[in-house]
């Protein structure tokens, strides 16, 4: 058996699998709340409990830089090693990855009916391919051709400086700096950002907020309950916010598309893309990506494909788990 984990901000997802006929089978899985356990070997103890399966090779990926095989998660309290993991489970190794590393490799094994295409564009064989994926955080990869396939190169890039493109933009960053100091894309672009954004819409540009939507606010998930009143239209403040997030969510994503000259493709990945369809349809969102300037017609010429299925991480520290596993 692989164990396979997707170890985020809000929630571990965890998992058995099998291979099959070359294919990974999930036997077991699980969603756990991340902030509600003190540590990773903790959220395993439960799952692992009266498991009899012999577990031959397990991957994590992470939501962290991973360096020398540990991590210091930056949304939550867990310090995670995978030298003593490998020796709890009785395991060589333990693999740690970025969380989009693993995106990127499971992203490699989803079917076409698991994207949602933004941009068909002119894709070239064997280039470059670039993911940024936005949830309680915001990360960003680049998988590169290699001999023997893609390899996923993991970054920090959601840490780099926000660039704002517009007047309203720049006001946002002038109303971030004073409370951040250091504002990055992640500011912006992930489940928080969207509340910043609304914060600055609400408190800088003194948009309304009914009384009904700061009740939800305080009861609910911020990001969700912001996504979720903009696309049902029910209050200006939160059609506004998400409007600002959507378009800085497309620039950067084709910031990545130049930095890493992904000829191959754009995916967008992580919670929040599944959960706003409509609105990164509507036209925003690639009108960001392609407002390059000089370079606007080769960006356009990059494929945009939404990943739907919002297990790719997890499958794809599995499927990283069974190469290992075949490299032995």
């Not at 089978?25 to 990773?40: A, C």
């Amino acid at each position: 058996m692989i164990l396979a984990g997707d170890i985020g901000g809000t929630k571990t997802n965890l998992a058995l699998y099998s291979v099959e006929n070359d294919k990974l089978v999930p036997s077991v899985k699980k969603s756990f709340p991340s902030k509600d356990y003190p540590s990773l070997e903790s959220v395993l103890r439960e799952f692992l409990a009266g498991s009899t399966a012999p577990i031959t090779a397990a991957c994590f990926g992470i939501a962290a830089p991973v360096i020398a095989n540990t991590a210091k998660t930056p949304n939550l309290s867990w310090f995670i090693d995978g030298h003593e993991i490998a020796r709890r489970l009785n395991l060589n190794s333990v693999a740690l990855l970025n969380d989009l590393e693993a995106a990127g490799y499971g992203a490699l094994t989803l079917d076409a009916g698991e994207f949602l295409t933004l941009n068909a564009g002119n894709p070239e064989p064997q280039a470059n391919i670039g993911l940024i994926a936005a949830g309680t955080g915001l990360g960003q990869a680049v998988l590169c051709w290699a001999a023997s396939g893609y390899r996923v190169l993991a970054s920090e890039a959601g840490h780099a400086d926000y660039a704002p493109r517009t007047p309203l933009e720049m006001e946002l960053l002038s109303h971030l700096i004073p409370r951040f100091g250091h504002v990055s894309y992640e500011r912006v672009v992930s489940g928080p950002g969207l509340f910043n954004i609304y914060s600055f819409l609400r408190d800088a540009k003194h948009l309304a907020e009914p009384e009904w939507l700061k009740e939800r606010l305080a009861s609910g998930d911020p990001g969700a309950v912001i996504s979720q009143t903009a696309l049902a239209k029910e209050a200006e403040i939160c059609v506004q916010a998400l409007d600002l997030f959507v378009a800085a969510y497309g620039a950067e994503a084709g910031n990545l598309a130049l930095r890493a000259k992904a000829l191959g493709g754009i995916y967008v990945g992580g919670g929040i893309a599944p959960k706003i369809l409509p609105k990164l349809v509507d036209g925003d969102f690639l009108r960001a990506f392609t407002d390059k300037g000089r370079y606007s017609e080769f960006v356009s010429r990059v494929p945009v494909h939404v990943i739907l299925n919002e297990e790719a991480a997890l499958r794809g520290a599995a499927s990283f788990g069974a190469m290992q596993l075949q490299s032995t």
